[in-house]
């Protein structure tokens, strides 16, 4: 269909559309990209981070839950603009017959389907939930990303993958950019502590993504950047992967900017996040945050994010103790689970005893590997 020279809702159905003859992972990342360059901009002034989520729109796309309509939303869009009905009920009809929960359900055989609508069990109706690999995103920077996907280009056959990616790490960037102007000209407008962090996002802005972060605020607005654009999902092993920045940063503005993250998490309704945990050859592999994290939790007895921590042989003495406090003030959290059973359960499915002491829990409790897979 080819719409109206003025449409300019749904940017991610859009993009999509753009080329027809493209494969779905490049129209995926087209339809990001549209995402990122048209998307309203959000900064909370009381926690002091930048993003707004792809969940404002009647078609988004995230790594956890792939394509998803919203169906509620694309009919107050033509409530509002009557004009442009017929472009968005092309835009209805033809993503709900490629929604990813739609073709979940169409996987189904009979018995399944029998035994999903009778509530005998529950395999999810949509993607599902997931955990990107935030700790080379930090480290790395879209620019260092692109560098490996150039080593790989000269080897794999397969230029149209490689071109989905880059224009998904160009939408990353996209977004960046337009939030470094978004927070300096929202800076003109504020004083005081207002101002100076606007400024400080600003400034952030200017090097992330495309940069590695460089302190702990950088690396929490360049996760947060990201995270809010993938649908609020699960932040996995936050401990493992902001520990770097976190000491070499300041240690009373670094618990501000934790603090502050934890109440995005509360007001976001964040799903998982989990802490602690060993490595494959069992050394234990808690840090200073893994206890600033419990602390905050005991702080703010929040309900969310679902905090969930690893254990094993050789969990030290004082974690066990500062758990247990968190635990006792009733807020249930910890969810303790115990790598000892984890990991060889794991490697029994033939995962790599490296890999499987990566995983984290996305959603309520589901199991995945860090960044290495999508357990739905």
């Excluded at 809702?9 to 080329?19: K, M």
């Excluded at 929040?302 to 003030?329: G, Q, Y």
Aim: aromatic share 12%.
């Amino acid at each position: 269909m080819k719409f109206s020279e003025n449409f300019r809702l749904e940017p991610f159905a859009r993009f999509y559309l753009s080329d027809e003859n493209a494969s779905a992972g490049l129209k995926i990342a087209r339809g990001m990209y549209g995402s990122a360059s048209e998307l309203p901009l959000y900064i909370d002034e009381e926690i002091g981070l930048a993003g707004n989520g792809i969940e404002n729109q009647g078609v988004y796309y995230s790594f956890g839950g792939g394509i998803t309509v919203n169906h509620g939303r694309i009919e107050r869009e033509i409530e509002e603009n009557p004009s442009y009905k017929s472009e968005l009920e092309y835009i209805k009809q033809y993503f709900s017959e490629i929604e990813t929960g739609h073709l979940i359900n169409l996987s189904h055989s009979e018995s399944e389907t029998l035994a999903a609508q009778s509530n005998a069990c529950w395999g999810g109706g949509w993607g599902g939930h997931s955990n990107p690999d935030y700790d080379m995103l930090l480290h790395f920077g879209t620019d260092g990303i692109r560098r490996k996907i150039n080593e790989y280009k000269s080897i794999n056959n397969v230029p149209e993958f490689y071109l989905g990616l880059e224009t998904a790490l160009d939408a990353l960037d996209k977004l960046g950019e337009r939030y470094a102007d978004y927070a300096e000209k929202m800076a003109e407008n504020a004083s005081g502590k207002i101002k100076e962090r606007y400024l400080r996002i600003s400034n952030a802005m200017r090097i992330i993504p495309k940069n590695p972060a460089y302190d702990f605020f950088s690396a929490v607005q360049m996760f947060w950047l990201v995270f809010r654009f993938d649908g609020i999902d699960s932040p996995g092993r936050l401990d493992q992967f902001l520990i770097d920045y976190y000491v070499n940063s300041d240690k009373a503005d670094s618990r501000e900017i934790l603090e502050n993250l934890w109440l995005a998490f509360y007001k976001t309704r964040t799903w998982n996040l989990c802490i602690g945990g060993s490595d494959e050859n069992w050394n234990d592999v808690s840090n200073e945050l893994t206890y600033e994290i419990l602390d905050i939790a005991e702080k703010f007895k929040f309900n969310t994010p679902n905090l969930t921590m690893r254990v094993h042989r050789n969990t030290p003495d004082d974690l066990w103790k500062k758990a247990s406090e968190v635990i006792s003030t009733g807020i249930g959290m910890p969810a303790l689970y115990n790598d000892e059973v984890m990991c060889p359960a794991l490697e029994d499915l033939g995962i790599p005893s490296a890999d499987s002491h990566l995983y984290c829990m996305n959603g309520c409790n589901q199991v995945d590997i860090m960044g290495k897979s999508h357990g739905s």
